[in-house]
């Protein structure tokens, strides 16, 4: 077990030595890379302002989304209101019908007992 002990401690002291190294690397860039990581900037500045112009845009077409579902959901109570009016308007008018069904059959069936009556 030693053995293995001991090469994890000589890998994890090449890993900070390698490390070490990389960090205090050489500060020249050269022209072209300069040119290439400019140009990467400024497209991840334009990709990041369009991302928040959609992100603005979405939350915009959410909020009418939200209005319209309000909205519909208004109308379709008074959809529904109005259908049981109507189904009420509509039992009170075949009430009506059949009372002055009613009506008129008592006085036509009165005026038939009176005229034969009336003939003799």
Known sequence: MTTMQGGRGVGLAGLVVMMA???????????????????????????????SKAD?????????????????EELSRLLKTRADQVASLEQSLAAEREKVAKM?????????????????
């Open 21 to 51: 190294l990389g960090m205090s690397g050489c500060d020249y860039w050269p022209p072209a890379l300069q040119a290439q990581i400019e140009q990467l900037k400024s497209d991840a500045q334009a990709a990041a302002a369009e991302k």
């Open 56 to 72: 603005a845009h979405a939350a915009t077409l959410m909020t009418e989304k939200a209005a319209l579902v309000n909205k519909v």
């Open 104 to 120: 008129s059959a008592k006085p036509a069936a009165a005026k038939k007992k009176a005229a034969p009556a009336k003939k003799r």
